[in-house]
Nanobody, 120 residues
Framework: QVHLVESGGGLVQAGGSLRLSCAAS????????MGWYRRAPGKQRELVAR???????NYADFVRGRFTISRDNAENTVYLQMNSLKPEDTAVYYC??????????????WGQGTQVTVSS
């Protein structure tokens, strides 16, 4: 099982910025799409942004223009730069990756989640 380690969450005032990182715990042969999701209190998990192997991003409407997803294939890492944060962005953020390990096995993994809290 490939473990994903997230970092970068925290408390920030509205209008502020945070950068989330998510790295795979082992050498990966190839990674397909990478993505960030979030779950706010009392709500279902929702897609925030995804990025393809070739680097094409896709954003949910509620973050487009404020968040930027990027990936470092050499480091098996995906990032989420969050600017102009709003209180409604408060949630636990989860990264997701799927692909093939260096052992030739398929994997699909979720990060442990990192809390983002935006105060008004």
């Amino acid at each position: 099982q490939v473990h994903l380690v997230e970092s970068g969450g925290g408390l920030v005032q509205a209008g502020g910025s945070l950068r989330l990182s998510c790295a795979a715990s082992e050498i990966i042969f190839s990674i397909n799409a990478m993505g960030w999701y979030r779950r706010a209190p009392g709500k279902q998990r929702e897609l925030v942004a995804r990025i393809t192997t070739g680097g094409t991003p896709n954003y949910a409407d509620f973050v487009r223009g404020r968040f930027t997803i990027s990936r470092d294939n050499a480091e098996n890492t995906v990032y989420l730069q969050m600017n102009s944060l709003k209180p409604e962005d408060t949630a636990v953020y989860y990264c997701n990756m799927n692909g093939v390990t260096s052992r030739g096995t398929d994997f699909g993994s979720w990060g442990q989640g990192t809390q983002v809290t935006v105060s008004s």
